[in-house]
């Protein structure tokens, strides 16, 4: 994700729309303390804020029809301050700027939520769960109940009805950290990010990390860098996956792939005439 930069303010995390016509992204206050989700069209144009209220929103998403977005925001704030841990999922109406807070469940972080299935589901990828309340020790007694069932297998599907703690069980277990990074249109594809190390039995000191997908209940596994993967993204038919790779020490030192779902036809995608734009 890239940031873009003016006096006061930034945007990030931009989303596109089913019909590609529109883009959602995060406005972010100078301070870092607030945040707004805004849409405009793709030229530029219809700039609009679509969300309100104080804390930090961001990672928008659209819904099938482009009528609402899907986002992340604080759970809790304190004079416009975000509290370190208390995030949940949120749906606004574009056209008329209603929101309404979609789990009642309190996070650590999240991470890519988007609509499943029909639209009236949504999935995504929940870290350290922290329930209801902070204020008490069973809270963490719960969540140590959770990580001894279930692991660090934290891609969660919810909806508006069901989002409670006894709903809270990951759609899928790899025997490792799973990090939810996209799905297919007709959500029968999920992408995610894993980590190899127990996968592969690894002795290596560095934690490194894989793509794999899981399809009709069935888990495969599509790189095998031996290294570290960071993010990537599926197509809307679940057919291509393209993938960023770190290749350094530095934060910059980062390599792009695509390559098919079932892991053949990796191509390495050429991103020096970038590097030149930014000098």
Known sequence: TQRQNQRDYGWVSPAV??????????VEEKDGKRSQIAVMR??????????????????????FDGQKIIFVASARTNKGRRGVGFFSIHEVDIATGNQRQLTDLEFYSILHPRYYRDGEYFIFSGDA????????LEN?????????????????????????????????MNGAMS???????????????????EIDKSRKRTYTYDLFISKNNEIKRVTRQ?????????????NRIVFRMSTGTHPRDVSLFTTRADGTGLQNIDISPLKELMR
């Open 179 to 197: 990090r939810f990074e996209g799905v297919s249109r007709d959500s029968s594809t999920i992408l995610f990010l894993s980590r190899t190390n």
């Open 42 to 63: 793709v030229d530029g144009s219809a700039l609009k804020k679509v969300t309100r209220g104080g804390g930090l929103k961001w990672s928008p998403s659209f819904s």
């Open 17 to 26: 729309s089913s019909d590609g016509q529109w883009l959602a992204f995060t």
């Open 226 to 238: 031996n290294g570290v993967v960071k993010a990537g993204d599926i197509s809307p038919d679940g």
């Open 140 to 172: 963490f007694s719960v969540r140590e109940k959770y990580v001894d069932q279930f692991g660090e297998n934290n891609i969660f599907v919810m909806n508006d009805k069901r989002n409670g703690p006894e709903d809270l069980k990951p759609i899928l």
């Open 129 to 136: 769960p922290f329930f209801a309340n902070l204020d008490t």
